[in-house]
């Protein structure tokens, strides 16, 4: 073989093993060396050096502001800390935010995954100065122990820890991640409780129809010593320091201390993520959760009547979960904080889809499940600010998320595109079923359960408006499936009607009867989200009318349900039929139009939409049985009646002449 400066056989062969010639390297005379391409070597003398070569620190260095200027500057001066001084604040604050209320002190705490000995240096220790004399009679267990923080970790990062130390956590074929949340696989109303003090005595809704049940001070003390006495027993925990609502002027620091991967990367996605210069600054949180929800409160706690429990202070600003894994309820536990926080600062908390026009026209979308409100906000031709919780202020609207979290039975491609190729890479999903081979997931497998979902940033969604901020909403729709079919298609309202159907949140779901026979059953659920709300829905109401007016946003009521007749006799509107009264609510058009007013309800009704057909404009037309539909109409007049008795006790104003007003816009018969 010729001689090519990189391999040859010797001219006298020398055996090897098994008798074969060895092959032997060597340069040409030009002295080059035989190599595979001349790249150097690592700079690495044994293989833990060579793995910390594959990780970059990424802890920001910019300085921190606020710091009185030297005589002779021209540029303010900044307080340069290092990045071991930033992160002894850091640990520190989350310290004491898990210090027992009893033993005075809290935990000690370390940054890193324990499994990962060389990445959580013992120097990094933090103790508070001020609790280092603690009394002997707080000394445990725990405090001899260091608690490991994990502090806002990346997606990546978080899927390593789930799939490692979480069952039932697996990378699907799309790149979600699916986890399980245990027993509980939506949320426990019943369970969740609001301390009842001198100053939510006076200010929240207590009482029939209302969603609070209250528990006393110690009891909340109790549940939330026993929650952080397990946090602390762990080797390690997750912290996750973010933001909710995207007006930075309004904008609420939180603070979620968890147990799980899954809960911590669930609320990556569902609330703001701070940047890192962001999180320099962070300081001290408006509002902590505390997630123990892996271990059972104790039932034989005053107030307690299973082994979960859901408590919430707001004079303490804090979350305790205990019981239950299910990650919502710290989704809708904040949700219910920002009914409280924002109406405080005449912000009005909205349980609302919404969206804007290319020319900024803004409009709000109110309803219940099943009744098409995320399909009908999610519109190509606009753009996406939220989809679930907004904020309404004197700025103009804003999402409180930065986040979705959607339904996933029988999802498909074609039906939902925009939330099917949202699940990819750092997408969680609940508790869905997928082929153990190929990790497809089956949305149609309801065997954990049928509140299947998924949570990603918003930013997947392709058309999200980011920041998610808008002005001041033009239109303000509530959507309603009428299972009865007596309510039209699309009516427009006044004021008085608007806080009437919105303090009612009607739709109407079809439930199966002990002879099998599907009956139309009418729910109300107030404000669109009675299970969220802190005040009273008046209040509520009585804002969103003031906004409303001083804006001059019109209200518009929008049946996505039956015509014809009842469910069982006539049909459902046909989406396409409603999107194009949509887009006439968007254009403006609908306000153009000629109007007559209907029986019992008193709304008025377009004689023409264009695209749909006007003889299904007023329901009275489209029933065959005329005496069928004066019935049903009565029938469903006295469910909206009796729903509003409750409302009845509770006066807005002194003379309480808004609330005859708002009875006066309800049916009449």
Known sequence: MADNGEFSFPKTPTKGRNGLPKIQTHGKKDDKICHDDSVPTVKAQTIDELHSLQKKRSVPNTPIKGT?????????????????????????????????LTRESGPKVVKGDP?????????????????VHAPSFSTSDSSLKFTHILYNLSPAELYEQAIKYEKGSFITSSGALATLSGAKTGRSPRDKRVVRDETTEDELWWGKGSPNIEMDEHTFLVNRERAVDYLCSLDKVY?????????????????????????????????????????????????TIYNAGMFPCNRYTHYMTSSTSVDLNLARREMVILGTQY???????????????MPKRQILSLHSGCNMGKDGDVALFFGLSGTGKTTLSTDHNRYLIGDDEHCWSENGVSNIEGGCYAKCIDLSREKEPDIFNA????????????????????????????????????????????????????????????????????SKLNLAQTMYHFISGYTALVAGTEDGIKEPQATFSACFGAAFIMLH????????????????????????????????????????????????????????????????????????????????????????????????LVKLGGLFKKNFEVFLDYKIGTDGKLTDEILAAGPNF
């Not at 009185?68 to 071991?84: H, L, R, W």
């Not at 973010?242 to 799980?260: C, E, G, T």
């Not at 909403?473 to 699309?490: E, H, R, S, Y």
């Not at 006539?570 to 949509?582: E, F, M, P, S, V």
């Open 423 to 490: 699940i990819k890479f750092g997408t969680v999903m609940e508790n869905v079923v997928f082929d153990e081979h190929t990790r497809e997931v089956d949305y149609s497998d309801k065997s954990v359960t049928e509140n299947t979902r998924a949570a990603y940033p918003i930013e997947y969604i392709p058309n999200a408006k980011i920041p998610c901020v808008g002005p001041h909403p033009k239109n303000v729709i509530l959507l309603a499936c009428d299972a009865f079919g007596v309510l039209p298609p699309v």
């Open 327 to 341: 990650a919502g309820e710290m989704k809708k536990g904040l949700f219910g904080v920002m009914h409280y926080l």
């Open 68 to 100: 009185t200027p030297m005589k002779g500057d021209t540029q303010p001066a900044f307080n340069v800390v290092s990045d071991e001084e930033r992160e002894k604040q850091q640990l520190q604050s989350i310290s004491a935010s898990l210090a027992s």
């Open 537 to 632: 829905p008046t209040k509520y109401a009585a804002m969103l009318a003031e906004k409303m007016q001083k804006h001059g946003a019109t209200g518009w009521l929008v049946n996505t349900g039956w015509s014809g007749g009842r469910y069982g006799s006539g049909k459902r509107i046909k989406l396409a039929y409603t999107r194009k009264i949509i887009d006439a609510i968007h254009s403006g058009s609908l306000l153009e139009a000629e109007y007559t007013k209907t029986e019992i309800f008193g709304l008025e009704i377009p004689t023409a939409v264009e695209g749909v057909p006007s003889e299904i404009l007023d329901p009275a037309n489209t029933w065959p049985d005329k005496a069928a539909h004066q019935e049903t």
């Open 115 to 131: 499994d990962r000995k060389a990445e959580t240096p013992r120097a990094h220790v933090t103790h508070q100065e001020r609790h």
């Open 239 to 287: 912290v996750n320091d973010q933001f909710l609502n995207w007006d930075p002027v309004h904008r609420i620091k939180v603070r979620i201390v968890s147990a799980r991967a899954y809960h911590s990367l669930f609320m990556h996605n569902m609330c703001i993520r701070p940047t890192a210069e962001e999180l320099e600054d962070f300081g001290t949180p408006d509002f």
